[in-house]
């Protein structure tokens, strides 16, 4: 946690900084609150919640009558935190169940980071001492089974990859029935993210999630977003989140962005909690989503 703590704190406190000192200004006029917002919408809050944060906190600000750092920090959090809806449930389903493994399946554009993010969970799963398949049905570009079978090795997880261009259905069918039949807790498939059609798009993951639950249930479709991207990234999510059940989602690349607000507004548009987040690229650099940690990360 110290370390999730570190390494957000480095990119993201330079909104909640900035946040800080405008609430703390002499004085604050329309003027002010405009730039709260706007810098609220610069973090890619989105404008909804930035009104609201706004809305909010002016009301309180003048009821209170006070600016004092601490009280304008704790209200601020406050506010964060209500957006972020912190009772939401997050928990990623690995458990496994009646003899059939969980099936998570990693959904999302290219390059957003859905590899790294399934070697990421299964080394995680591992640790924890849980038996994880791999399933590469990626199949369109074949460095994204190399790239996972790297990963499997990495962290102790068999890889079920065919050759390019194999129906991706196929080997999603191969990895769960390798889950099965080893026993494993876990199998996660990681898929492709061509956004061709939206048609296109349904078909494959369609047929993907159906040959899988020949065998066993999805557990989760988690939908991985690169925070980096801003509003392309939210667009891409809502095309995926309109033709997959989506369960939860993994913001990726946090490190390299100070805009976290895409966290609020992802959540918010989607409707789906933010269950996982990437701060980088190595082994370890997944995190589980902890909306406290992140706001106090912005505001340090
Ligand atoms: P895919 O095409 O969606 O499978 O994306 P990849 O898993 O191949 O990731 C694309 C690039 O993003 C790679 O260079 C990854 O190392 C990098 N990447 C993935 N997750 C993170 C992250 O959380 N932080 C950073 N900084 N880089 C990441």
Known sequence: ??????????????????????????????????????????????????????????????????????????????????????????????????????????????????????????????????????????????????????????????????????DPASVAYDAVSRGVADGADAVIIDTAGRLHTKVGLMDELGKVKRVIEKKSQVDEVLLVLDATTGQNGLRQARVFSEVVNVTGIVLTKLDGTAKGGIIIQVQRELGVPVKLVGLGEGPDDLAPFDPEAFVDAILD
């Open 1 to 166: 946690l110290v370390r999730l703590r570190a390494r957000l704190a480095r990119s993201q406190n330079v909104f909640g900084q900035g946040l800080l000192s405008l609430l703390s200004a002499d004085k604050l006029d329309d003027d002010s609150w405009e730039e709260i917002e706007d810098t609220l919408i610069t973090a890619d809050v989105g404008t909804t919640s930035a009104a609201q944060i706004v809305e909010s906190l002016r009301t309180k600000v003048k009821v209170l009558g006070t600016r004092s750092p601490e009280e304008v920090r704790g209200l601020l959090r406050t506010e964060l935190l209500a957006q972020l809806n912190p009772d939401l449930d997050r928990t990623v389903r690995t458990e496994g169940h009646s003899g059939t493994p969980s099936v998570l399946m990693v959904v999302g554009v290219n390059g957003t980071g859905k590899t790294t993010t399934s070697g990421k969970l299964a080394r995680v799963l591992v640790g924890d001492g849980r038996s994880v398949v791999l399933g590469a049905a990626d199949t369109f570009r074949a460095a994204a089974a190399d790239q996972l079978e790297t990963w499997g090795a990495r962290v102790g997880a068999p890889v079920v990859r065919k050759d390019e261009g194999a």
